[in-house]
Nanobody
């Protein structure tokens, strides 16, 4: 059983930065794809970024060049560095682990507003 706990969300002004963290506990987490998804009010959940166990990354077009996903396999932690934040980045951000099944965290709210 994998458990995911996100942190780092909050209120930030447009143009600002935040770093989200996701601590994963459970067997073999370091071998699994990890990712960040987000869900804005009234919208479906969407992919933000993913990272393989070897560090290969993939990003949604809307965040390319602004967000960076990384992981520390020693600590089973995945990060999402978010720069140049825009109001449209406002959403609940969820950590995802692609193990034998898909695991999800409870989410952390990011609000970008002046």
């Amino acid at each position: 059983q994998v458990q995911l706990v996100e942190s780092g969300g909050g209120l930030v002004q447009p143009g600002g930065s935040l770093r989200l963290s996701c601590v994963a506990t459970g067997p073999n987490v370091r071998f699994y794809f990890m990712g960040w998804y987000r869900q804005a009010p009234g919208k479906e959940r969407e992919l933000v970024a993913t990272i393989s166990s070897g560090g290969s990354t993939n990003y949604a077009d809307s965040v390319k060049g602004r967000f960076t996903i990384s992981r520390d396999n020693a600590d089973n932690t995945v990060y999402l560095q978010m720069n140049s934040l825009k109001p449209e980045d406002t959403a609940v951000y969820y950590c995802n682990c692609r193990g034998p099944i898909a695991y999800w965290g409870k989410g952390t709210l990011v609000t970008v507003s002046s």
